[in-house]
Structures are given as structure tokens and as C-alpha cells.
């Protein structure tokens, strides 16, 4: 699993989710880096990092990769911020690994079954007929449709969202996007998710964007309700919030890491 560690102080894990890469805290990590150590990953499968050898997609085991990473950096514990898919991954961790987590904090979360993915990856997720369709999909995906998903049009955020794409370019990497995106049953996967949630007691933030168009931002205040040192955050944002608002994402960090509260 690949990864870069940049800045100095206590230690932040920053966990990217689907279809990103660790590019997606690009703008935040500047931002953190004189006053913590940002450690940004490439999960299995995203970015510069292969798929796990065996071909998992499991939480479990991305949670493992974790703890394997924090063991080879010899680090005690860490701050844990999860984006997207990272979310529940994080949640994953927090309950096997409490003791090696200092806060938690959970943006645009899908952590319950009710979540539905995107209206684009569904077709995917249908054999035979998902493969034929993703030849087109996946393609207007990268060159359109993510654009959607941002309130910005800027050179930098176009670099960033090549570099999304690069191992998901060509017919190989389309074959790619379509294996993740049949990652398990949505409900089961996050039915487990959300029990683990009243077992993380880590102090955890749950900040959510108030013009987010996939998740219902009633997830977060629900998650706050069930986890037992919680408090949820709506901001003036969208989904990709790292990319979106990182000045604000990055200043709730910095105090709730700092302070405890927002």
C-alpha cells in the first residue's frame, strides 16, 4: 500500500474513498502539516497501490493493511480522518484498534444500509450487461460527470482528478472500476458497519456537506446519536469536502484535534 508522510507532531492518518486516491487531500495537508504529520495512503486498488494480492475488497482487511502500516511506522497511535468509503473503513478500525486511535473523524460518511451508491455505478453492478455498459460509462464518468460532484473548476482540481483516474484509464482500468464498484452488497457491508458504531468510543467528528447530493446528511446526525463521543458538523459544502472547502475542513481539524469541539 502506498503512501507519503509529510509535515511534523502527532500523527494523522488521511483515508481517501471511491473513486479517489490519497491526491484528494492535496489541499489539506498543507494546512495540517506544520503542527501534525500527515500519513496519506493510496488504498488497494486506487491510485499507485495494486489490489490486495488475494483480490479483497473487505474492510476487515483494509483494516489490517492499516495496522500493518502504523506497526511499520512504529507509531503508538494516530488520528484517523476518513472521506467517503474511507469512512466506514475507518469505523472498521476504530472498533478492532481503539486503543491505537487519538480522534476520529468521518466525512461524508455512508455508514448505514439505506445508502444507495450513485446512480451511475448501479448498472455496473449488473454482470455481463455492467461490463458491456462500462466500456461507456466509466469513460464520460472521468471526462464529465465527476466534474458535477464539485462546486470548483480550477487547472489544479482537473490534475488532481487525472491523477483519480490514471490506474483506472484504458481497458484495463475500466475493468478495474468495475471490480470495485461491485464491492460486496451495499446493505450487508454497511449493516456490519453500523453496528460497530456504539463500540467505537473514540472522540469522533462527523462533518458532512450541506449541499451533498449522494448521502443524506441525516446520516450524520444519526451516526453522532449512536456512537458514544460523537458530535456531527454540517458545513456549506458538497461532497468532495478536502477538495471543495479545505480551508474550513482543515480549520475543524485543527481545533477539533486540538480542543475536542467545533
Known amino acids: 500500500m502506498k503512501f507519503r508522510k509529510q509535515g511534523t507532531g502527532p500523527a494523522v492518518l488521511l483515508l481517501h474513498g471511491l473513486p479517489t486516491s490519497g491526491r484528494l487531500w492535496d489541499e ?8 501534525y504529520t500527515c500519513i496519506v495512503v493510496d488504498l488497494p486498488g486506487f491510485g499507485e497501490s495494486p489490489l490486495r ?18 506497526q511499520q511506522l512504529a ?3 494516530w488520528h484517523i480522518v476518513g472521506h467517503d468509503a474511507g469512512s466506514p473503513l475507518a469505523v472498521q478500525y476504530a472498533a478492532k484498534y481503539g486503543e491505537h486511535v487519538g480522534k476520529l473523524v468521518l466525512c461524508s460518511a455512508p455508514l448505514f444500509p439505506e445508502f444507495r451508491p450513485p446512480s451511475f455505478i448501479r448498472p455496473l453492478r ?34 488532481i482528478i487525472a491523477a483519480f483516474h490514471q490506474p483506472f484509464a484504458g481497458f484495463s482500468g475500466i475493468r478495474r472500476f468495475v471490480y470495485l464498484a461491485r464491492w460486496g452488497d451495499p446493505a450487508q457491508v454497511l449493516s456490519k458497519i453500523a453496528a460497530l458504531l456504539p463500540t467505537v468510543h473514540a472522540a469522533t467528528l462527523i462533518i458532512h456537506g450541506r449541499h451533498e447530493q449522494v448521502i443524506s446528511p441525516e446520516f450524520a446526525v444519526r451516526a453522532a446519536q449512536i456512537m458514544p463521543h460523537a458530535q456531527a458538523q454540517i458545513i456549506d459544502c458538497g461532497h468532495f469536502l478536502p477538495l471543495d472547502c479545505p480551508e474550513t475542513l482543515s480549520d475543524l481539524l485543527l481545533r477539533f484535534f486540538e480542543e475536542g469541539t467545533v
Do not use: K, M, N, T
Not at 479483497?56 to 483494509?62: E, F, K, M, N, T
Open 28 to 35: 489539506v495537508v498543507p494546512l495540517l502539516q506544520a503542527r
Open 53 to 70: 494480492a488475494d483480490g479483497s475488497l473487505s474492510a476487515i482487511d483494509y483494516a489490517e493493511d492499516v495496522e500493518s502500516l502504523r
Open 75 to 77: 507509531l503508538s497511535s
Open 126 to 159: 449488473i454482470p455481463v450487461v455492467g461490463d458491456i455498459l462500462a466500456l461507456l460509462v466509466v469513460p464520460l464518468l472521468w471526462r464529465y460527470g465527476i466534474y458535477l460532484a464539485f462546486r470548483r473548476r480550477d487547472e489544479r482540481l482537473r490534475q
